[in-house]
């Protein structure tokens, strides 16, 4: 009861809220989620060249990713259930922090051991993109928040499409430290922006935090991701891939056997297994997997040389900017998906977006003969993603209450995480499969890229279709 008389309170507050303030939350949030989106674009594209300046192999150099995707797996779920019980402003102030830290340590540094480290700590950063749009959710009235997730979530778009080419052009004109001091200030003009502008809403629950749940997730899903991530250098009928599976599966059953029976479970698998909630978690792993090939598809794919048959030799530059069409498509278009929220609810406009990436994908396969036409195809995927990553954040809030969002988010985000890790096995294994030899190289071939568009254009179709099937649990405004 008093949770719903909180509830009840932070509604009336919120439509108070003017306009000004909001836009101005909604600003410094999305700094944030712009510099998070940074962070995960940033160094791929200068990665090939990081084992001969910091004296070192190309497969430790390959922690740089995985150690944040690992640590961003378990902080992402964790930090969303301790923002519901401690306060959802705390928390995101911790996730900027993190990003801060993990910044300097890795600006200031050449040693490969201490980067890891660096980049280990920004993966708790993650969890600033759910706890944000929790946050935002919580503090503006109804018929605000359609436009600011979307907003949010068109940030993710415009991070990436802005982080390869701008990574690009240092890795061919400069140096990779600087990557890291663009996130250190971006990460310190957030923080002051946050802990000075936001308002913490008074809806923290409380409570004990489930370190025994904590620990048997956070083992599940390193165990999960490690071979999905290295699974195909490995092997996959090797030992260890096996192995790593294995346990992956006993300990998320113990997982959820402990989570069912405590009173005060880190994940409440009850109310994420409701069908509005389960349906939306269902749809973001297949839309997660959907979007996997924007950038393999597309950077990877044009560097490829002429010979290929399919690529245009490229500069990685050049390769960075045809992505940027995309991301800012995302941004231009997000009060249009905001519109379309408000008009015929979150589940529909979840369909249309995922009817629009296949359609996107579907091009790629078709309408290969120019860099334009990769482009536009590549910019029609954009679109559908950012119609479905504002729509998908709407649907949990629709069906979750304040006191839960920021949990309910969290895992929603581990979610189409996961999709895209299953996606990177998939498509790792199928680019492996259908190669071409050009001179002395192997690369894919244009019939593995087919496969692997078409696998993502599937995936966008059965995430319209489950979005379909998902009733909002109260009309989207």
Known sequence: MRAEESEAELENEAEYVTGGKARLWLVTIGLRALIVSLSQSLLIPVLPALPA???TSSETVQWLLTSTLLVAAVAVPVM????????KRLMLLVAVAAMLVGSLITALSNDVVILIIGRSIQGISAAAIPLGISLLATLLPR???ATAMATISAMLGVGGALGLPFAGLLAESGDFHVLFWVTAAGSAIAFVGILTLVPEPRDAAGGRVDILGALLLGGALITLLLPLSDGSDWGWGSFTTIILFVAAAVLFVLFGLWEIRHTAPLVDLRSIGRRPILLTNIASLFIGFALFASLIGTATYVQAPVASGYGFATTTLVAGLTMLPSGLAMLVLSPVA?????????GRTLAIGGTVIAIGWAMRIFVTGSLTEIIIGSTIVGIGTGIGYASIPALVSENTPHHELASANGVNTLVRSLGSSL?????????????IVVGTSELPSLTGYRVLFANCAVAALVAAVIALLVRSGKKAR
Do not use: E, H
């Not at 096995?425 to 190669?435: E, H, M, Q, R, W």
């Open 338 to 346: 905001a519109r379309m929220i408000n008009g015929i609810g979150a």
């Open 423 to 435: 996606a990177s096995a998939l498509g790792g294994s199928i680019l492996a499969t259908f190669t």
């Open 143 to 145: 018929n605000r928040r």
């Open 80 to 87: 969303g259930r301790l923002g519901d019980m401690w306060g």
């Open 53 to 55: 300046q910091l004296n």
